[in-house]
């Protein structure tokens, strides 16, 4: 594991549904129910992984009381939601269904095709983020150059690395690499890690490009998936 920080869900149901996302064959719509589906579960796991989480809180059942094996989430009125436009919406929002109550903000960063190198376009963050735990979600992780810019922008803002978790669908070696090194506390939970990078460094085996074939933007009619 290139990230010590990082939590690869282990999760058979979520292995099956990530296998029909990453099908080249996949038709649009049986894709983004399935997108919809591990993004649901992510969200859960994500959520559980908060660093304000409390473990182990003596709870009182109809027949008993349990003393281990709890996880109470810290309240949602605590929490921000960051999604890195666009694709990051789609997991940001499957978070937002299941803590509706939870600010969200926005970060727009463009990657230059020509450098690869990622370009801030845009942020609009909610008051108070500071004092918040942040759930930063985009669904690939492929150098890390867009997850640092964000993660700067939230360092920036006053938020402290440690209260920042970020979750995506794919992740690769040189990615996590990236994050280990210049945003080390930043805890990372993902449902995959690929082998690597290509030559224009997207991540292979991968998916393709997450957002086109959700959205159905790019991709169908070129052939290169559905």
């Given at each position: 594991m290139a990230h010590s920080n990082a939590v690869v869900l282990d999760s058979l149901a979520m292995k099956a549904l990530l296998t029909t996302i990453r099908r080249k064959s996949t038709p649009?719509?049986?894709?983004?129910?399935?997108?919809?589906?591990?993004c649901a579960m992510l969200a859960e796991e994500a959520l559980a992984?908060?660093?304000?989480?409390?473990?182990d809180v003596p709870v009182e059942t109809p027949c008993g009381t349990l003393t281990t094996g709890s996880a109470v989430v810290v309240p949602e009125r605590d929490i921000c939601l960051v999604d890195i436009m666009r694709s990051g919406a789609i997991l940001q929002e499957a978070v937002r269904r299941v803590v509706p109550g939870a600010k969200t903000a926005k970060i727009l960063i463009q990657r230059d095709e020509e450098t690869a190198q990622p370009v801030l376009m845009y942020?609009?963050?909610?008051?108070?983020?500071?004092?918040?735990?942040?759930?930063?979600?985009?669904?690939?992780?492929?150098?890390?150059?867009?997850?640092?810019t964000a993660i700067k922008v939230l360092k920036d803002a006053g938020v402290p690395e440690e209260r920042i978790t970020?979750?995506?669908?794919?992740?690769?070696?040189e990615g996590l690499a990236n994050l280990k090194k210049h945003a080390p506390k930043v805890v990372v939970v993902t449902s995959a890690v690929d082998e690597g990078l290509d030559a224009r460094r997207y991540i292979v085996p991968g998916l393709g490009d997450f957002g086109d074939r959700y959205y159905g933007t790019a991709g169908y009619d070129e052939g290169f998936w559905g």
């Open positions: 649009q719509r049986t894709y983004v129910e399935h997108c919809d589906r591990l992984r908060l660093p304000g989480t409390a473990y942020s609009k963050l909610p008051p108070k983020i500071e004092a918040m735990n942040v759930l930063l979600c985009d669904p690939m992780l492929a150098t890390g150059g867009s997850a640092l970020f979750a995506n669908v794919v992740s690769c070696p």
